[in-house]
C-alpha cells in the first residue's frame, strides 16, 4: 500500500519534519492523524456522517447546478461566459473535494472516488500549458472578471484572488493524493505551484496575496515533496507584505510589514488563514520573529477581539475585525469560515507552545461558533453567525437572518465540507514521551511514541453533556510516558485567557483524577494534569469535569454586553430562541434565579437543555445550545440576556 493512503493531509504537517540543509525543525509537538482517530460518541460522530451522507453531495450537486464545474469546461474549450458571480468561486469545487478526499480515507467510496477523479479531469483540462489555472480569465482572456484585472496578477493583491484559488488548490489537491496515492491532481497543483515560483521572486513580482492561504497550502506541497522552493514561496510572501506601510491596506494585512503587527485587523478569514501560515513557516524555518508576532496578535485577538461564542470578526464592512472590545451582538459578523480559520490557528499556536489555552480557545469555537454555521440536516448554512436576532435587522443579502441551502459567495458551506471530517484530528497529539488528551470525546487512538512505546489510548465520554471521562492505557508495551490530560480553564474558573470573559460567581477548583480508582499525584504545566509514569496495559484514569451552569459577563469595556449576562455549561454557550420563550424580549436574569439543566434526546438532535426558575419554582426561561439555534424555524434568539 501507497504510504499516503495511511497519511491524511490534517497531520501531515506535524508527521513528517522534510528537514533539510534549509529547513531544520518542525512542530515540537505533533498531531494524531483524524484517520487514525476512531470516534462512537454521540455528538461528533453522528455530524461527521452528516456531512459525509449529505453536506458533500449536496454541496456537489449545487456546485453542478450554479455552473462552477461548468467554468471548469468552458475553460478547456476558451469558449463561452464565465457563468457565475465571483472569481474565487472554482474553490468551492477543491474545498469539496478536499472534504471528500478526508471523507474517503476513513470510509472508503468507490462511487465517490470515480466521480472526483471526473472532477480532476475537468479541472485538469482548463489548466493552461504552463501551469496557469484561474476560469474567470482562461475562458475569455480579452474579457476577465472584472475583479482579475487585464493582466495576470496585476490585481493579486486587491481583488482578482487568483493566490487563493492556488491555495485552495494545493490544499485539495494535497489532501486527494494522501487519502487515494493518486497523482493525478497533485501533478496540476504542482504544475501551478512551479508557475508560481517562476513569476514570484525577486526582481519579477512581489504582490502580497489579497486573500492568503497560498502560504498554508504551498508548505503542505513542501512537506509532500520535501522541494525547499515551495517554503521558500510561502516566506516570499508573508515577507511581501506591508511594503507600503499603508494603513489603508490593514483589510488585507497588508498595512506594514508582518513581524511588525501586533493587533488582529482586517478581514478576519484571511487574517486566521495568515496566522496560520506563518506559524507553519515559523515551525519549519525557527523564524522566532514570525512567532513574536503571532503570539503578540493572538494576545489581542483573544483578550479583545473574542465572542463568547468563539467568533471573530465583528464588522460586516469588510467581514473585518473590528477596534478593541467593538463586540456588537445584534449587528456581529462572526463568519462561519472565520471561526474555522480560528481553529486552524489556534491548532498551530498549541503546536509551537504546548499551551492548553489554545485548545481552550479552540473548543469554545469548535462546539459554539463553527457547527453554529451548518444546520442539523446538513445542508443549510449561516454565513454570520450573530448572537442575537430581532427580526428586523438585515444583513449584507438585505434578508432576515436564516439558513439557507447556498449563498452566491459559498465560501461557507464548502468550508464545512471540507472541515468536519477532519474534526477527530484534534483530540490527540504527541510530544517526546508525551501525549496530549485535548479534547473529551468517545474515542480511541494508537500511538507510537519515538518507536519504543506503541500506546493504544481510549476514551468513553459523554461530554460536552457530561464531565465524567474514562482515559484507558493498553497496548503490548505502553512503558514510561507522561500523560496529559487537559483542564478546560473554564473548569479553573476562566472562560477564556484574559479577563475578556469572566464567570459572576467564582467556585473552587473541581475537577477530580483518579488512576484505577484511587486519587493520583500529577503536575500542573501549561493547563495540563501530567502523569509521568511508567504505564501498565488496562490502566484506568478517570477524569470528572464540574458541569455546573455558570453566568458569565463581559470586560466593562464591552459596551454591548454592559448590564447582561450570558450562560455556559461546560463548554457549550447557551442562547434563548422565541419558540421556546414568548416573551424572550422582557426576560431577565437574577442572582436568585435557580438553574437546571436536563437531557432532551428528542430535541434538535439530542441536547443539554437549561431552564430558569424563579424562587416559588415557576419557570422564567428555557434555553439551548447556541450552535443549535434557528434549525425550528427563523425567531428572535439572543445570547446575552438583561439582568434583573
Not at 294 to 306: A, G, L, Y
Not at 348 to 363: T, W
Request: aromatic letters at 12%; proline letters at 5%.
Amino acid at each position: 500500500m501507497n504510504i499516503f493512503h495511511t497519511i491524511p493531509l490534517l497531520a501531515f504537517f506535524v508527521l513528517f519534519s522534510c528537514k533539510n540543509e534549509t529547513s531544520k525543525s518542525d512542530y515540537q509537538i505533533q498531531g494524531i492523524p483524524f484517520n487514525e482517530v476512531k470516534i462512537s460518541d454521540q455528538f461528533w460522530s453522528p455530524k461527521i456522517e452528516t456531512a459525509r451522507t449529505v453536506t458533500i453531495p449536496a454541496s456537489f450537486a449545487k456546485c453542478e447546478e450554479t455552473g462552477r464545474v461548468a467554468n471548469f469546461e468552458k475553460a478547456a474549450k476558451k469558449e463561452g461566459k464565465f457563468g457565475t458571480e465571483f472569481p474565487f468561486d472554482d474553490t468551492d469545487i477543491y474545498k469539496i473535494i478536499e472534504g471528500a478526499s478526508y471523507s474517503m480515507s476513513v470510509h472508503p467510496d468507490p462511487k465517490l472516488d470515480r466521480y472526483v477523479d471526473s472532477l480532476i479531469t475537468i479541472v485538469g483540462k482548463a489548466q493552461e500549458a504552463d501551469g496557469y489555472l484561474y476560469t474567470a480569465r482562461t475562458i475569455d482572456p480579452k474579457h476577465p472578471h472584472p475583479w482579475s484585472g487585464d493582466q495576470r496578477w496585476v490585481n493579486e493583491s486587491v481583488l482578482s484572488h487568483e493566490l487563493y484559488n492556488s491555495g485552495h488548490l494545493f490544499e485539495a489537491a494535497s489532501a486527494h493524493f494522501q487519502s487515494t496515492g493518486k497523482r493525478n491532481f497533485l501533478d496540476i497543483a504542482l504544475k501551478n505551484a512551479d508557475l508560481l515560483r517562476q513569476v514570484f521572486t525577486p526582481g519579477k513580482r512581489n504582490d502580497a496575496p489579497g486573500h492568503e492561504i497560498v502560504e498554508m497550502g504551498l508548505v503542505k506541497l513542501y512537506r509532500i515533496t520535501k522541494e525547499q522552493k515551495y517554503l521558500d514561496l510561502a516566506k516570499y510572501f508573508i515577507d511581501s507584505r506591508g511594503k507600503e506601510n499603508d494603513p489603508k491596506k490593514a483589510y488585507s494585512q497588508d498595512h506594514k510589514p508582518f513581524i511588525q503587527q501586533d493587533e488582529a485587523v482586517g478581514h478576519a478569514v484571511r487574517a486566521g488563514y495568515l496566522y496560520s501560515g506563518v506559524a507553519d513557516v515559523a515551525a519549519l524555518t525557527g523564524n522566532a520573529a514570525y512567532i513574536s508576532a503571532i503570539d503578540k496578535i493572538w494576545e489581542n485577538m483573544v483578550m479583545k477581539k473574542f465572542y463568547i461564542t468563539g467568533g471573530i470578526g465583528s464588522r460586516h464592512e469588510g467581514e473585518a475585525f473590528g477596534d478593541n472590545y467593538e463586540l456588537p451582538n445584534l449587528t456581529a459578523y462572526n463568519e462561519t469560515c472565520a471561526a474555522i480559520a480560528n481553529v486552524y490557528w489556534n491548532y498551530r499556536m498549541f503546536l509551537l507552545h504546548g499551551d492548553s489555552k489554545y485548545i481552550d480557545v479552540l473548543e469554545r469555537s469548535l462546539y459554539n461558533g463553527v457547527i453554529s454555521g451548518i444546520g442539523l440536516d446538513g445542508k443549510t448554512f449561516f454565513y454570520p453567525n450573530p448572537l442575537e436576532c430581532d427580526l428586523k435587522y438585515k444583513f449584507n443579502s438585505g434578508e432576515k437572518l436564516d439558513r439557507q441551502p447556498w449563498f452566491g459567495c459559498s465560501c461557507c458551506p464548502t468550508n464545512m465540507c471540507r472541515f468536519l471530517p477532519s474534526v477527530p484530528g484534534y483530540i490527540y497529539a504527541k510530544g517526546e514521551d508525551k501525549i496530549y488528551v485535548n479534547l473529551y470525546t468517545t474515542s480511541s487512538s494508537k500511538i507510537d511514541l519515538n518507536g519504543k512505546n506503541h500506546v493504544e489510548i481510549s476514551q468513553e465520554s459523554q461530554y460536552p453533556w457530561d464531565g465524567n471521562v474514562k482515559v484507558s492505557v493498553s497496548g503490548e508495551n505502553p512503558g514510561k510516558f507522561a500523560l496529559c490530560l487537559r483542564i478546560p480553564g473554564w473548569a479553573k474558573n476562566q472562560p477564556v485567557p484574559g479577563d475578556l470573559y469572566t464567570y459572576t460567581l467564582p467556585e473552587k477548583d473541581s475537577f477530580a483524577i483518579l488512576l484505577n480508582g484511587k486519587k493520583i499525584a500529577f503536575k500542573s504545566d501549561k493547563g495540563y494534569a501530567v502523569m509521568d509514569r511508567e504505564w501498565k496495559q488496562g490502566d484506568v484514569v478517570n477524569l470528572t469535569l464540574p458541569m455546573q451552569i455558570r453566568q458569565v459577563v463581559a470586560n466593562k469595556s464591552v459596551k454591548d454586553d454592559l448590564g447582561k449576562v450570558a450562560i455556559e455549561r461546560g463548554p457549550i454557550v447557551y442562547c434563548l430562541e422565541a419558540i421556546d420563550n414568548e416573551n424572550i424580549d422582557n426576560i431577565g436574569i437574577s442572582p436568585n434565579d435557580l438553574f437546571s439543566a436536563g437531557f432532551n434526546p428528542n430535541l434538535l438532535g439530542g441536547i443539554e437543555t437549561i431552564s430558569g426558575k424563579l424562587i416559588d419554582g415557576k419557570v422564567s426561561f428555557s434555553a439551548i445550545p447556541y450552535y443549535s439555534w434557528n434549525n425550528r424555524g427563523i425567531g428572535k434568539m439572543k445570547v446575552w440576556i438583561p439582568k434583573k
